[in-house]
């Protein structure tokens, strides 16, 4: 039966012996190959010789020659220069790719290199070959075709509608959750696209799209949609089905408070105070609480400012009540918990020096996958790629 190449789980790289081949560019690809990468695959970077990926140059911030951008989806990867669009520059590619376990694309449906990379092609000339392309709506419907930026996404699939508070603009999400959501998605699918090759010999062809991800992640709000009709609205930092569950404002600043029951309800009122909220008919049950969600609100932000958010994460911590500061990033790098998990991890770049990087955030066997490498310079391992040195000259 076909293997997964070196397959060592205690190690921190259960995808060693795997080959990549990213064909892809900004963000939800390159975060899927980078994913492979840090499980232990060996991925070759495709980048057009003239500026390479876009996002090299998607700054400032810039850390060496490269914007923090691309830093931040790229490491773990050998750069190759190639020009997709020449006859030279395809049969290499086809080289890259005929010993290859995996390719990810994001070519725009119906655009050149799209056909010329086109997947029935490439499973038919490499049967065992897993072929990953993402998409802004996917491969079907009357927008397949459209581009895929993640600000569409979010707008499209209703992400921005749910965004923001409810006497304001809709927002985005404060990360690129189009791109984000498509590439953890796309990792999914693609390494149940090899296990399933361990057992058929048989790659395949798997796409997913900012769009169709997003709507798996609506999770309750399309749940509920669908039970009831209605259209739900922006809720700022609340939570359309429980109170109280959001961020409350305190002397200082803001924190959140996460009621998931009635008895933590009674409980959050006997520290700040209020105990009779506890039995008031309005509010002594969730369903309650959620149909009298502004009335509450008001009772509890009528307290709550009067002390701190230290002190009011101290109570509330110390009795039970699920509570926590909101925190910046300068406070989330500094904090224990993070240096605990050893999760910041610092690799050394060619030109940039020591660069600090968010590590994969799963552990095998106690072992968390290393940064291996830094993200290569712009053809960095073109010649080491194309060119290895034959075993005879070793």
Sequence with gaps: MPDLGDFTPRSGRPLAGIKVVDLSKILAGPYVSMTLADLGADVIKVEHPEGGDPTRQWGPPFQGPDATYYLAANRGKRSVTLDLKSPEGQETAHRLIADADVVVENFRPGSGLQQVFEHTRLTERYPRLVVLHISAFGDHGPLRDEPGYDMVAQAMSGLMSLTGEADGPPVKAGIAAGDLGAALFGAIGVLSALVERARTGLGQYVTTSLYETQLALHINW??????????????????????????????????????????????????????????????????????????????????????????????????????????????????????????????????????????????????????????????????????????SAQ
Excluded: M
């Design 222 to 391: 399309a749940t509920g949609y669908f039970a009831t009709g209605q259209t739900p609205s922006r809720l700022g930092s609340g939570h359309p089905n429980l109170v109280p569950y959001q961020a409350y404002p305190a002397s200082d600043g803001h924190f959140v408070i996460a009621v998931g029951n009635n008895a933590l309800f009674a409980r959050l009122c006997t520290l700040i105070g209020l105990p009779e909220l506890a039995s008031d008919p309005r509010f002594a049950n969730n369903r309650d609480r959620v149909a009298n969600r502004d009335q509450l609100n008001t009772e509890l932000e009528r307290v709550l400012r009067t002390r701190t958010v230290a002190e009011w994460c101290a109570l509330l911590k110390e009795g039970g009540v699920p509570v926590a500061p909101i925190q910046n990033l300068a406070e989330v790098y500094e904090h224990p918990q993070t240096a605990a998990l050893d999760i910041v991890q610092t690799v050394d770049h060619p030109v940039a020096g020591p660069l600090r990087q968010v590590a994969f955030p799963v552990n095998y066997h106690g072992n968390r996958p290393p940064v291996r490498t830094a993200p290569p310079l712009l053809g960095e391992h073109t010649e080491e790629v194309l060119n290895p040195p034959s075993r």
